[in-house]
T-cell receptor
Framework: AQKITQTQPGMFVQEKEAVTLDCTYD???????LFWYKQPSSGEMIFLIY??????QNATEGRYSLNFQKARKSANLVISASQLGDSAMYFC??????????FGAGTRLTVKP | GAGVSQSPRYKVAKRGQDVALRCDPI?????LFWYQQALGQGPEFLTY????????KSGLPSDRFFAERPEGSVSTLKIQRTQQEDSAVYLC?????????????FGDGTRLSIL
């Protein structure tokens, strides 16, 4: 069964505007971690932000914030003030145990000038 | 550099050949992971090491795939008798420990093409 669902294969955003990338997940564990990674065309996976299942506040890292709705099992990434360099693939991932990191299919974000 | 280092960056092999992919994790990172990423898809988990112990190899697609980390640092992913469906990017990642809140830091990957 798919554990991480990213329903937006592609998204467009105007430079300097905010964009939300959707992610829903499926787990029966109470303790888990949620991650977002960015993968530019060069291929490297860049860690962006982390949210723990017990964290009461939404995580923020600079222009990135995570809209965590535990009851709905969603962990959307919000990028504020988009920049051209934000154009990339974005992957949502969940970690339930030491090894079990599952990734979604990704969303390709294109920032328009 | 201080990041995860993978080599080679690109590998082309003929079907049936054996290949070996190397990963040098961040110094001091206990946990090491291998992933396979097909074109246009997210990474798929292959195997996990904690120090030299391979604790999870449930993602290895067949017995042609073998991974080792004999001294708890550098790891090698070996694919025997390669087939065309093995063509993918192989990503290595490391983390400080195996806790759920630890982000995994990835290398640039090895792009494997099987002709």
């Amino acid at each position: 069964a798919q554990k991480i669902t990213q329903t937006q294969p592609g998204m467009f955003v105007q430079e300097k505007e905010a964009v939300t990338l959707d992610c829903t997940y499926d787990t029966s564990d109470q303790s888990y971690g949620l991650f977002w990674y960015k993968q530019p065309s060069s291929g490297e996976m860049i860690f962006l932000i982390y949210q723990g299942s017990y964290d009461e506040q939404n995580a923020t890292e600079g222009r990135y914030s995570l809209n965590f709705q535990k009851a709905r099992k969603s962990a959307n990434l919000v990028i504020s003030a988009s920049q051209l360099g934000d154009s990339a693939m974005y992957f949502c991932a969940m970690r339930e145990g030491p090894s079990d990191m599952r990734f979604g299919a990704g969303t390709r974000l294109t920032v328009k000038p | 550099g201080a990041g995860v280092s993978q080599s080679p960056r690109y590998k082309v092999a003929k079907r049936g050949q054996d290949v070996a992919l190397r990963c040098d994790p961040i110094s001091g990172h206990v946990s090491l992971f291998w992933y396979q990423q097909a074109l246009g898809q997210g990474p798929e988990f292959l195997t996990y090491f904690q120090n030299e112990a391979q604790l999870d190899k449930s993602g290895l697609p067949s017995d042609r795939f073998f991974a080792e980390r004999p001294e708890g640092s550098v790891s090698t992913l070996k694919i025997q008798r390669t087939q065309q469906e093995d063509s993918a990017v192989y990503l290595c990642a490391s983390s400080l420990e195996g806790a759920r809140n630890q982000p995994q830091h990835f290398g640039d990957g090895t792009r494997l093409s099987i002709l």
